[in-house]
Each structure stands twice: as C-alpha cells, then as structure tokens.
C-alpha cells in the first residue's frame, strides 16, 4: 500500500510542473486595429504589457478612412481581433464582420450613448473647434477668427489646415455640420470657398495641431482634446468655440466576428471596455461617455456649446458627401 501511495504521489508531481509551466493563453498574439492618436496607443500598449505579460498583443495604428477600408476588403478573413477607436459611421457601415458583444458590462456608460446595434460599444466624444497658434496670429498681425465665414477672409491663405473627411472622422464631423447648419449645396459652396486658404488638408485628425505646434499654419480645423493636452505642455495654441457651435463625432469598438470565442480576445475587449476606456477618458479624451467620469486635463473647456450634429452616424449622408469631396 505505502509503495502504490509513494508511486501516486511521485506521479501528481510530475504533472504538477507540467501545468504550472504553460498557460493555456501563453503567448496568445491579439491584434488591435486602432485611430487612435500615436501618444494614446503607447499609453494603451503599455497598460497590456503590464496587465497581460503571456500574452502578444500588437496595436496597429490606422487612421479612420484606412481601417475602415481595411476591414471592408479583408472582412472576417483579417489578422485583426478588434478594432479601437473607428468612428462610429464607419463602423455601422462595416458592422457585418463583428460579432455581437455578449457578456461585456455597459452599465458603465451613459444613458443612450451606445446604439441599438450590440456589435460594438461608443469609445469615445471627440468635440472640434478652431485651434489657433497665437504666435503666428501675432506675427502676422491677424486677428483670431470666431465664425466659419471668418476663415474665408483672404488674409488666411495658406495659413489654415484641416483634415481630409476622406481620411479622417475629424474632417468628416466639420463637413457634417456644415451641412446640417447651411444646407448640402451651400455647404460645398463653403468648401469651394475655403480651400483656397487651405494649406493642407491632412490625412489624420492630429496633422492640424502638428502643423500649429510647428508654427507652420495659424489656425487648424481640428480636436480639443489634442489641443488642451499641447496647451498643458506649453504650446501657444488656444481652443475657440465656432459661434455655431462645436462639432463632435464619437468612434467605437468591437471584434471580429469568428475571434469573440478566443479567451485571449475576451481578456483584452473586456479590459478596454472596464478599464483603459475609463483612463483613456479621465486622461486623453474627456468627451461624456461615462458615468462619474472625470477629467484631468485642465485646459480642456467645461462649457462646449454642440453644434448641429442630427446626422453625425447616418452612414447614407456620410456616402453621399464623401461622394461630392472633391479635395
């Protein structure tokens, strides 16, 4: 008897070091597409190298027009687990290739910001507005604009940027209010207008601040976020509210469909929708989404006034101006 006990005993610690040497999910890859802003994706990054250290996850950063494409080409077929941080007209459009979020917690979020459709969650609020260079405004002896028909006064040539609504959400969200408060025509008549003053139109969101920080534009067309987080480091950028009001557009996050089985994939989408979405909020972009949610970024405005936006997520308007883009 005490021989067979001493054999089973032995037995149970050989498998012992078997198990407790290889996870299940060790060395899981879990890739994330995201738009977000490169100094987020590192914030993020570092966050799941510390949360999840057996597994490999690699974050992808793709500007909205690009991830949107992506996914629509590559559809389920693509080395994407999740996509992070897509702008939520363009997710509503490629939405058949998630899966439906099930077991996930939202009684986090506000009342009603999250849609009907359950195959992905609101990531962020990102409110626009002028950024100007109060340094180059000074030097060039021009005045700070407060009105949209203000950026067509001929002393602004070459001095504005915005991003392309091809390419970015930030573009887009400034053209659907132009829409929405001037009428479809008119609204491309601005934009004929405009233009002339253009001196870049950008492929991301962040390029008109890059260029204001730069000194090489005087106002941008662009976040407030990215603006307020350059003013907490020294920039000589400020933040004005468009006399119409700010525009917004909210982005969005969800799986793959065929990826929502893999415990790794779980692990990750839920510690983005329980935890990083609340730092990324309280840190780097303070638009409501959340309820308690803080802001720690001081010169971030307290009273943003909303502009028209009716039409923001309608993905038959978006088509349909991107249509008549012509820049």
């Not at 510390?50 to 494409?69: H, I, M, R, Y």
């Not at 000589?236 to 929502?260: H, M, R, V």
Request: hydrophobic residues 40%; proline residues 4%; charged residues 25%.
């Amino acid at each position: 008897f005490m021989k067979r006990l001493a054999a089973a005993a032995m037995a149970v610690l050989c498998i012992i070091p078997f198990f407790s040497g290889c996870s299940a999910n060790k060395g899981e890859q879990v890739v994330i597409y995201s738009s977000m802003e490169d100094y987020r994706n590192e914030a993020l990054r570092e966050q799941l190298k510390e949360k999840f250290p057996d597994f490999e996850v690699t974050v992808q950063q793709l500007s909205t027009g690009n991830n949107a494409a992506k996914i629509k080409a590559e559809g389920t077929n693509t080395e994407a687990d999740i996509v992070l941080g897509l702008e939520t007209a363009s997710f509503a459009q490629i939405a058949e290739h998630f899966a439906p979020l099930e077991g996930y917690g939202t009684s986090q979020y506000l009342e009603g910001i999250n849609g009907a459709d359950n195959r992905y969650y609101t990531w962020e609020k990102a409110d626009g507005a002028f950024i100007v260079n109060t340094q180059v405004l000074k030097e060039k002896g021009l005045a700070e604009p407060a009105t949209y028909e203000d950026l067509l006064k001929p002393e602004y040539e070459g001095l504005i940027a915005m991003p392309s609504p091809k390419t970015s959400n930030t573009g887009y969200m400034f053209l659907n209010t132009w829409v929405n408060t001037m009428g479809e025509d008119a609204a491309f008549a601005y934009v004929d207008k405009l233009q002339k003053n253009i001196k870049q139109f950008t492929e991301s969101g962040s390029g008109p601040v890059k260029l204001l920080n730069q000194g090489e534009i005087a106002v941008g067309l662009g976040m407030v976020f990215q603006a307020a987080e350059q003013i907490g480091q020294g920039m000589p950028l400020k933040i004005i509210q468009p006399a119409d009001g700010c525009p917004y557009n909210t982005t969005s996050f969800g799986i793959i469909k065929g990826k929502e089985t893999r415990e790794s994939v779980k692990a990750v989408f839920a510690f983005l929708n329980d935890e990083f979405i609340r730092y990324d909020k309280e840190n780097f972009c303070p638009g409501l989404v959340l309820k308690d949610q803080k802001n720690n970024i001081k010169d971030y405005p307290s009273d943003i006034k909303a502009a028209d936006m009716s039409t923001i997520t309608d993905t038959a308007v978006k088509e349909k101006l991107l249509g008549r883009w012509a820049y």
